[in-house]
């Protein structure tokens, strides 16, 4: 029997080269609110959580409240920039790719974003054909990452034992949902993300760290 029996990705960072433009975004509308971050801080603060994460912060950084308003003004202005800029890691379509027909369809994406900017995103970068019905936002259970609950719903609807599932993932934050959910975690980790990032990702937990998505394959056996 194979080692895993299904495999999970992670969305931003790991499908899609979308932090820097997310995160841009989120700069400009905290810096309009008095809050002045250079573009190193904001991704350090943010990437990998979501806004919600960060409310207490946010707040006492603002000196404003977190409202639903607010954060629809910065998705839709964030969608925006995706639309225009978005596109897939380099080399993911082709490995998710080979990974869908060995897997015989059994992988999802389970991203702690909300639904409609993940979808967006899989469209824009020709990833939905591989995807579709399989598409998982910790927005809509209990608990978004570091919780494991992403990871679980996307192995349940799959039919598949968590502790057979590999996930893909990029950030702290999302190893760390993985482990907690029981599967084999490989953490992708582009030369850009830093020297300490590898060694970031190993220490909570991940099996192996790639650099390359063309790795990716081999690496599943």
């Known amino acids: 029997m194979a080692k895993f029996e299904a495999v999970l990705f992670d969305c931003d960072g790991v499908l899609v080269d979308s932090e820097a433009i997310t995160n841009g975004v989120l700069r400009d509308m905290l810096q309009d609110l008095g809050w002045k971050l250079s573009a190193e801080e904001c991704m350090r603060i943010f990437i990998g959580k979501t806004i919600r994460d960060e409310r207490v912060r946010l ?58 900017k993940v979808e967006l995103q899989l469209e824009k970068c020709g990833l939905m054909p591989f995807f579709r019905g399989c598409v998982f936002s910790g927005h809509e259970l209990p608990r978004s990452k570091p919780a494991p609950d992403v990871y679980l719903a ?39 993300a830093g020297h300490d990032a590898p060694a970031a990702l190993r220490a909570v937990g991940a099996a192996a760290v790639f650099i390359d998505m063309a790795d990716l394959p081999g690496l599943l056996g």
């Not at 629809?72 to 082709?94: D, T, Y």
């Not at 968590?162 to 084999?184: F, L, Q, S, Y």
């Open 59 to 116: 707040e006492a950084n603002t000196g404003r409240p977190l409202t639903e308003e607010w954060l629809a003004s910065f998705r839709a202005r964030r969608n925006e920039q995706l639309i225009l800029r978005v596109q897939a890691i380099r080399g993911a379509v082709q490995a998710v790719g080979m990974i869908h027909e060995r897997f015989e369809g059994r992988i999802a994406c389970a991203s702690g974003a909300d639904r409609a």
């Open 154 to 192: 996307a192995a349940a609807a799959l039919g598949i034992d968590p502790k057979r599932c590999a996930v893909i993932e990029d950030t702290v934050t999302g190893v760390t949902a993985g482990v907690a959910a029981g599967a084999t975690v490989f953490g992708y980790s582009p030369p850009e």
